[in-house]
């Protein structure tokens, strides 16, 4: 589900992240403010809803660390694996939603950098070691979604990849922006 936005949010000596979801959005696929975080298992083991009188349904982490002097970047690592735990999927490519969370009942899942990675695994070994296979797979009517998959995919993984390495958030400018 595509999300409105993700910040940073202080308060005094407090710090912790907030989130923000279309109420239109959320109507669209039947839930509530409410129900979003108990759909979204993931989501709603790290973010709770509250209640705002905003256009968006507003979400805030259960954790808040302390702020102030050095503190905030030795709690860096904590509101990273927050993030990372709610499994809000970053889209750094110039189109589309920004920010999408996993609206799932299941806690037993996967990162889309983890699904990318094994899928583009498979597809390399078939490339190299059943290339017949692939050849099959070109001639069938749904191939244009492979096609449009894997460099969309690829370039997400690398701006992934690359904004970890760096320690900031890399993307793709818009092109309507340039």
């Known amino acids: 589900m595509a999300l409105q936005s993700v910040q940073v949010w202080r308060k005094t ?12 959005e959320l109507q669209r696929r039947g839930l509530t403010p409410a129900s979003f975080a108990n759909r ?16 968006t349904a507003s979400y805030e982490s259960s ?3 302390a702020f102030g002097g050095k503190k905030i970047l030795l709690r860096y690592p904590e509101l990273r694996h927050d993030f990372e735990v709610s ?8 189109e589309g939603a920004r920010y999408l969370a996993i609206a799932s009942d ?7 950098e983890a699904v990318t990675f094994a ?8 490339v190299r070691y059943r290339p017949e296979q692939v050849a099959k ?12 998959w894997v460099p969309r995919a690829m370039e997400n993984s690398y701006l992934a ?10 993307r793709i400018a818009d092109r309507q922006s340039q």
């Open 63 to 65: 954790d808040a660390w």
């Open 137 to 148: 797979l070109a001639n069938q009517k749904w191939f244009f979604l492979f096609t449009s």
């Open 13 to 24: 000596a407090s710090t912790w992240l907030r989130v923000e979801a279309r109420r239109s």
């Open 119 to 126: 899928v583009m695994h498979h597809l390399s070994t078939m």
């Open 87 to 94: 499994l809000i999927h970053v889209n750094r490519g110039s």
């Open 40 to 55: 979204a298992a993931r989501f709603g083991d790290v973010f709770c809803h509250v209640e705002s009188d905003t256009q």
């Open 106 to 112: 299941k806690t037993d899942l996967l990162s889309q």
């Open 161 to 170: 990849l690359a904004s970890r390495i760096l320690g900031e958030e890399l």
